[in-house]
Structures are given as structure tokens and as C-alpha cells.
């Protein structure tokens, strides 16, 4: 059953590699607040698909705390850990035609050549033609070319790649066999019929890639908003691995509105004594027009 045009499906879906974060914090709440503005449904999905990276305990922390916070999401919890099998479908569909091929390049040998391209090195296209065979070690790269790629970000507005400058053909599956992010990520929004990401821009960058894949596949078109960094003292992106700045589940109403005045919204705090008060508030009030467009 495919949706219908007037359907709105959000999601939030963190990597579960320590406690949240006030910066996820802040696209959880963005991407909440706009789902239920919409009457759309809103499905939360634990990115673990990186397990050498997965903290134990940090998917139930992080589950835990948007419990506290009011967060409320549609359906069971989607783990990534569980479609293995369906990446793998995709990418054998992708193998049936051709458009991807088998990368034997170590990272040590594609920085000696490669140029920096706005997200990250430019794969050179070395392993290209060489027909490598299947093997362990060795990542799979999708085929790009020289085409713009364009979308209009609710926040950003127009924004276009040309993923030739930008990463050439990039990593779908990594060497050490983990399907990479930039598929599974598009993989799940289908699965899941999501219509409306509002995430982070530290995956501005990423977007294209994303609806590129999306494309090739014949997935339907997302509409993105991504949301500002929140940054520590020396102008750094805060990640999960950084202790300094968890939210505390025990004082979720203060962290929600710090939240919200990041996002730039109008002031709600003196109207709201409870988590349910401020998102009640929140859903009225809310103004996607306001979030501030920032990239470091
Ligand atoms: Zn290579």
C-alpha cells in the first residue's frame, strides 16, 4: 500500500553510541514538533547498523530519555540491526545492474591521491574497471556521475551537489561488510514510507548522495529540513562521544525549551508548567520558518 499524497511520516532516529545529547536533542524536537503540526505520525529508529560503534546501553538510555521528555512515536521501534537482510536485497539489486563495483583502495592509498571534495576526499575511481572480484576485504562503491543534484531544504532552501566534486562514487557497503549509512539510511525511509526528514545539518552534506541512491532505486521523493549544529566553546560539532553536554532526564522541561530558543522559536516557557504543556504549546506554536539556517 503506498501512501497518499497528503501523508506525512517524520522520524527521528539516532545512533545509539552514548547518552542523547542537547544536540540531538534539538532536530528530536524540530522533527516532533513539525510531525505533529502536521498531524503526520512520527516513528522513532535506532541507527545501530554501526555495531563496532554502538555504546551498550545507549539505545535503552537514549529510548528512556525521550520517553521522559514526552516524545511519543507511532508503531515498535525500528532497528536497523534488523534489516540486514533487506540492505543486502538493495544491493544486490544494485549488483543485477551493474551500478556499483568492488573497491580494493585502502584509505591510506586513496588520501595519497585524492583531492578534498566538500565531504570528504573525492574517491579517484581507481577500482572503477578493474573488475575486482567479491571479496571480504573489500568495500563497495556505487557508480556516481557529473549530474547536479538539487533539492529545496525547508530551512536552507536551495542547495545542489555535483557528486562528482563533491565524493565521486561513494561507499555503500564498507570494507569491514557493514552496510554504509548513505544506504541504509534510504533503505529504512522507504521501508518506514517516511515523507519528512528533519535532522541535523551536519547531513546537509549527505543529501544528495542520499537522493541520488533514492533515485536509482525508485524510491519517492523525501522532503528535508535540517536543523542547526549546536557547537561547544571551540566552534566543534558536539557528537554523542562528548560527555560534556547530556540532557537529564530528570529535568526534561528545561532542556525542551533550551531547545526550543535554539531553534529560534517564539518564547513559550511562562505558558508551560508540564512536558505535556509544552507540546501541546509546541504544536501550535511552531514555525518552521524560524529555525535559523546554520553550518559552521
Ligand atoms: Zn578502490
Known sequence: MRRSSNQYIGRFAPSPSGDLHFGSLVSA???????RQHFGQWILRIDDIDQPRT????AESIIHTLSAFGFKWN???QWQSERISQYEQVIQ??????????CACSRKEITKIAAAGADGMIYPGTCRDQRHSENARHAIRIRTN?????????VFGHFEQN????SGDFIIRRADDITAYQLAVVVDDYIDQVTHVVRGADLLMSTCKQIYLGGLLGYPNLKFAHTPLVIDKSGKKLSKSDRAFPVNPDTPLTALI???RFLGQKDIAHRVQTVEEFWDEATTTWSIQKVPAGYP
Open 55 to 58: 555504546k551498550a546501553g545507549a
Open 258 to 260: 533550551a531547545a526550543w
Open 93 to 102: 539489486q544494485l549488483k543485477d545492474r551493474n551500478a556499483v563495483y568492488f
Open 75 to 77: 508503531h515498535s521501534i
Open 163 to 166: 557528486l562528482g566534486n563533491l
Open 29 to 35: 524536537v524540530a522533527s516532533y514538533a513539525d510531525a
Open 146 to 154: 557529473s549530474e547536479k543534484i538539487y533539492f529545496t531544504d525547508r
